[in-house]
């Protein structure tokens, strides 16, 4: 039995193992183990040139491990939620998503990015959205987000061996999911994974709102209703390959993000179907998004605001039925 947290660290401990250029800085990451405890006990094991602490300054240690990933080095840096990497956004876009093109190929920014992103937890409007369809949306980055025990621990080796930036969003909901991973190895990033067959309706989702769409699922299935659940995993290049082949096999889609829904990621997940399995479609597409507003600390207002099973079941019953 192992949690979200500690497999997100078997993930750091096996990295900084088998490559001796890899090393993980942040704020809070040596001494006090992460702000989330997911680097609890490296800096005893590895040694402070490995496990870095940084002072409060994210663009300036988000640029220093663009500098050390441009010199051959293969840095780990973590940002303790979304909300604060926008500090650093000039340096994520202007520099490390932008100088593999702008050297016409000759600059490569092998750099993983780590944050937390989405609600819950009742922590409020600055500890809690869920940005990543932002960063999903700018060329020359690969924005993964492990909604597993297995893609937890397995995501990051392959995300290192990546020429190019990676930005990992570890949704906070997840640290303390509890089970045994079915898989301990790197994991595949390039497809989506299809987590539940069905017959009746596609359910696309990702990350934290993975869970509670195969809950929805299973409350469908009570109903005669088979829905098919897909785990994007990569938000960005979008495995469509995936989600239309099953989209063309159930002829409907409802999409699950905890983004905001206006130019959200699953506007854009929305267009691909309409755009590549019109023909296929017997109902329009749905979403299930965040209200948009920023994000409640009161439980029952953060509850409301965010999607549930109850809102998942009732768009797909519409989808299926025709009907709420």
């Not at 750091?12 to 890899?22: F, I, N, Q, S, T």
């Not at 780590?114 to 409007?125: D, E, I, K, P, V």
């Not at 990676?166 to 909901?173: A, I, R």
């Amino acid at each position: 039995m192992t949690t979200y947290r500690e497999a997100l660290r078997e993930g750091l401990r096996d990295a900084l193992r088998r490559d001796e250029r890899v090393f993980l800085m942040g704020e809070d990451v040596g001494a006090y183990g992460g702000c989330f405890g997911v680097s609890l006990g490296l800096l005893e094991e590895f040694g402070p040139d490995r496990i870095r602490d940084t002072p409060l300054s994210e663009s300036a240690f988000v640029g220093a491990g663009i500098g050390a990933a441009m010199a051959g080095l293969r840095p780990i840096v973590e940002i303790m939620t979304v909300n604060f990497s926008l500090l650093a956004l000039d340096q994520i876009l202007n520099n490390a998503a932008s100088l593999r093109h702008m050297s016409g190929g000759q600059l490569g920014v092998p750099l993983v990015i780590r944050m937390t992103t989405g609600a819950g937890r009742q922590l409020a409007a600055q500890h809690s959205h869920s940005l990543e369809g932002w960063y999903a949306h700018i060329p020359g980055l690969r924005i993964v987000a492990p909604a597993t025990l297995a893609d937890a621990r397995g995501m990051l080796w392959p995300a290192l061996t990546d020429p190019d930036p990676v930005l990992l969003f570890e949704h906070g909901s997840l640290y303390n999911l509890a089970g045994e991973p079915e898989a301990d190895g790197p994991v595949d990033i390039d497809h989506a994974a299809i987590r539940r067959p069905g017959t009746d309706v596609t359910l696309v989702t990702y990350g934290g709102t993975l869970g509670k769409t195969l809950d929805a699922a299973e409350q469908l299935a009570a109903d005669g209703i088979s829905a098919e659940v897909i785990d994007l995993r990569t938000l960005r290049p979008l495995d469509d390959a995936t989600f239309i082949e099953s989209v063309r096999r159930t002829h409907r889609a409802v999409v699950v993000d905890e983004g905001w829904r206006s130019g959200s990621l699953s506007a854009e997940i929305s267009a691909r179907i309409t755009e590549q399995a019109f023909e296929d479609l017997d109902a329009p597409v749905d979403r299930v998004c965040s209200a948009e507003v920023p994000m409640p600390y009161a439980k029952h207002l953060e509850d409301a605001a965010l999607p549930q099973p109850a809102g998942i079941v009732a768009a797909v019953r519409k989808a299926v039925n025709g009907n709420g």
